[in-house]
C-alpha cells in the first residue's frame, strides 16, 4: 500500500540524487573542456540524469496512487515522520551492500551512495526525534 511514508522516501531519495548532480555539475564546470576528465563527468551526469527521470516518474506514479486512496488522510511530506529505527538501519545495511557491489564513480554507485546518504538522513531524523 502506498503511504505517506513510501512518498517521503521516494521524495528525500529524489532529493539526495539531484543534490549529487548539481554537485558534479559543478565540478564539470571548473573541468577543462575536451579532457578525458569532463567526459567522464558528462557521462556520469547522463546516467545520473536519467536514473533521476525514472525516479520522477515513480514519484508522480506514487503521487496519482496516493490521489485515489483518500488524498484529505495524508499529510505534506516534509511534515511525515522517519520510520522506526531498525528499520532504518536494515536497510541502510542494504544500501551499503550495494554501494560496495557497484563499480565506483558509476550512475549505479552514484545512486547507491546517494541511497545510503538519504538513510544517513533518516536515521539521523528518526534518532534526534526519539531523543526530543
Do not use: C, N
Not at 42 to 50: M, N, Q, S
Not at 87 to 111: D, K, M, V
Amino acid at each position: 500500500m502506498t503511504g505517506e511514508t513510501e512518498l517521503r522516501r521516494a521524495s528525500d531519495s529524489f532529493l539526495k540524487q539531484v543534490e549529487r548532480l548539481h554537485e558534479l555539475e559543478e565540478e564539470k564546470r571548473q573541468t577543462e573542456p575536451g579532457t578525458p576528465e569532463m567526459v567522464r563527468l558528462a557521462r556520469l551526469i547522463e546516467g545520473i540524469a536519467k536514473e533521476v527521470l525514472g525516479a520522477a516518474s515513480r514519484e508522480s506514479d506514487l503521487a496519482e496512487l496516493a490521489a485515489r486512496r483518500q488524498p484529505a488522510r495524508f499529510r505534506p511530506i516534509e511534515a511525515v515522520a522517519p520510520r522506526a529505527i531498525p528499520a532504518i538501519i536494515a536497510e541502510w545495511r542494504e544500501a551499503e551492500r550495494g554501494l560496495e557491489a557497484a563499480a565506483p564513480g558509476s550512475p549505479a554507485w552514484e545512486t547507491a551512495r546517494a541511497e545510503v546518504e538519504r538513510l544517513r538522513d533518516e536515521y539521523r531524523r528518526a534518532y534526534e526525534e526519539r531523543t526530543d
